[in-house]
């Protein structure tokens, strides 16, 4: 922010007023103090003001009404910072936040230092954000400083729901302390709660998460439990009733209030794009919490489950030749490296720390895609690795191997389409992201007519021409990629769903004749009209599960787990994913788990049939067989004849 800051200050605490004037003043800024709604009006109407500071009680109209109304008078956009001695209920606190998009809340009495403070923020991550025109650019940096973190928190407002990961991670790394607001498309405002980088509450519309079906899902209680819970009229927490009647612990409570947290916030990871803002204020450690440990898991969750690998492949496409560079502070040991997702890749450890790039290791045999981009984001998120800066090959094979991960992403592709895969009609300078990209093809092949020599001609062609500057939308739109792009007509999204819908019921009758191939042709036809399908990673596991031959072969079984991997949170708790769960687990030859599994399927649900049917069946084998003639193998049979042991 260049010149000196302008702040507008309206109370009518004559002693606050002046002393925040003379304060403001005397550390160079231009203060103005006024006392009534109406001469802020008049100002707003005259002059520019980068701050509103604003008493939400004010005579003839609150400071939020101030704040609408002046929004409309004002010749430049300003910041509201709100401030209250009466009002500072929590509740009232995030809920003034949410409706005047505040960067903050100040509770009175407070000192000069906290407004200087606030004050000093917004300049650092004025003057910072040039440097991050895009948020993933820390990925390219070794050490990221706690200020570079809280000015890129700062400097984000429109964002896609896949980037709230991130921004949650880095709440938490700077120990922030505050609320973030979440503004949906359709309306719709979320909030987190964070307090000293810990996450305190989830304010979400949420009428499905049930703690109760929680509780049973992770085994606390039993449906019988439950039932009792419910019967209790009392006005108190179903928790609380559990507790109160001996069927469940307190702790098991907090763990299943917390993990309600984690479902709520996988809530908010969409593809939708939103507009954010962080509110510092005050606000006090509560328990259940999500601290920095835990936020490690719940963030492997929601990368494996709900960031798409396809927008991961669009996100990663400069730095597939990058070298990978681990954290020199990160152990062998670390959890991170326990997670599913690493540890289904075997010796993915000891080629990072052997040296790699994102290209190589996409390249080894075994490694499944979809792991490998998961894997290598979730340890960017939690910054245990950063990528080198610059595209560096040891060799012209190399070289090749990435040049043909760039051209399978562009293949088919119109020149729109690769505009928007650079991110280039997100509000970045379009030249800088053509040449970062050209950069990523690596230095230009000795040989011009060899494999790799034709490849970077024909790609670095492609990516120049989409930073040609003149070249109208129209043109854009026409100017078509080599390789085979096939245009679907377009659907409405409710008559899409619907349709999707029959067939996954298709897809459950067909699964309970155990006629698989059927159901696989049917979940594609699904698939093909809402590619984010509830529950679809389940029903691809239930059908690989169920095509498994009398062997199970590795790599489909790793298939498999990655698939269950990829359900999301909310997905959980119902009774379908511990029934298929239980499927994997037999598959295995874990009968113990997979008789659990079974079990809680039916208790989430005691119509489920095949759930029954599968407990059944391993209940019988369990049970030891009574041994006549008729049951023994006929070595048993004729050895018997002959053992003078054996009574007759």
Known sequence: MSGAI?????????????????????????????????EALDLFHKQKFDFLLVDCLLPQMTGLELIEKAHGHSKSQFRPILMSGIYTDKV???????KSQAI??????FDLADVSNLLKREVVQKADSPVHKHIYQIFSKEKVSVREKKALIDSLEDVSGYDLPLIYSLLCETKSTGYLNIYYPDGGISGVTFCSGSICSVDIEDKTTSIGHMLIQSGYITDEDLQTGLNDKSKKRLGVRLVQGNLLSPHAVDLIMTEQMNVRLSRTITSDRLRINFAVTENELTEPSIDSNQLLRYLHDWVASKIPVNWLKSLYLKWLGSKIILNSSLRSDHPAFQMSLLHALDGFEERLRQGTSLGQILSVPGYQETAVFKGIHFLLLRGLIYLSSK????????????LKAIKAQVNGK??????????????GDSQINVQETIASLGPKPAGPQTEVGRLWTELHGLFEGTGKSGESAEGLQAGKLPGKRVSLPKVDPAEALLKANQYIEQVK????????????ASLQMALSLVPDLFQSHLYHAWIKLGSLGS?????????????????????????????????FLKAQGDHVGARKSFQKAIALDGSFLMARRELGTLEAAAKPQKQDIFTMDLKQVVSGFFNPKTKR
């Not at 009232?92 to 949410?98: G, M, S």
């Open 104 to 109: 903050a809340f100040l509770k009175k009495p």
């Open 509 to 520: 009758k067909e699964l309970s004749f155990s006629q698989f191939d059927k159901a696989a």
């Open 6 to 38: 302008r702040i507008l200050i309206v109370d009518d605490d004559s002693s606050l007023g002046e002393a925040l004037k003379e304060g403001l003043s005397r550390q160079g800024h231009e203060a103005v103090w006024v006392t009534k709604p109406e």
């Open 391 to 402: 595209t560096e090959f040891k060799d012209e094979a190399e070289q090749l191997i990435c």
């Open 551 to 583: 062997k199970s072969e590795k790599f489909k079984i790793k298939e498999i787990e990655l698939d269950l991997m990829q359900v999301p949170p909310d997905e959980r708790y119902d009774a379908l994913y511990p029934f298929v769960l239980g499927l």
């Open 414 to 427: 119109s020149r729109s389409d690769i505009l928007t895969l650079l991110g280039i009609w997100e509000g």
């Open 92 to 98: 009232f606190v995030q809920e003034a936040i949410q």
